[in-house]
C-alpha cells in the first residue's frame, strides 16, 4: 500500500506533500532523523491530510495533484479550516 500525505507547519504556516509505502517511519525521518533539506527547516509537522493507494503510480497522481495549483487550492480551502 502507498500514500500521498500532506504536512503542515503551524508556525511556519508551510505545507510538505510526498508519497512514501512507510508513513510512519517517512513521517519520523521528517519530524526527527533528517539532518537536512526542507522539512528540518520548518519543524514541527503535523499530519493533515493520508490518502491511501493500492498502486505507487495512483500515490504519485495524487502528489502531483496536491502540488499543482488547484491542489495547493483544494488543501488550503477544503483540509486546513478543519484544524483551526
Not at 2 to 25: E, P
Amino acid at each position: 500500500m502507498y500514500v500521498t500525505y500532506v504536512l503542515y507547519s503551524f508556525k511556519y504556516n508551510r505545507l510538505y506533500i510526498g508519497y512514501t509505502s512507510d508513513l510512519i517511519n517517512r513521517f519520523k525521518s521528517h519530524q526527527q532523523l533528517a539532518t537536512k533539506g526542507f522539512t528540518v527547516k520548518y519543524r514541527p509537522w503535523f499530519v493533515i491530510e493520508v490518502c491511501c493507494f493500492n498502486t505507487k503510480k495512483e500515490a504519485m497522481e495524487k502528489e502531483n495533484y496536491f502540488k499543482s495549483g488547484h491542489g495547493r487550492d483544494f488543501i488550503r480551502n477544503q483540509i486546513l479550516p478543519r484544524y483551526f
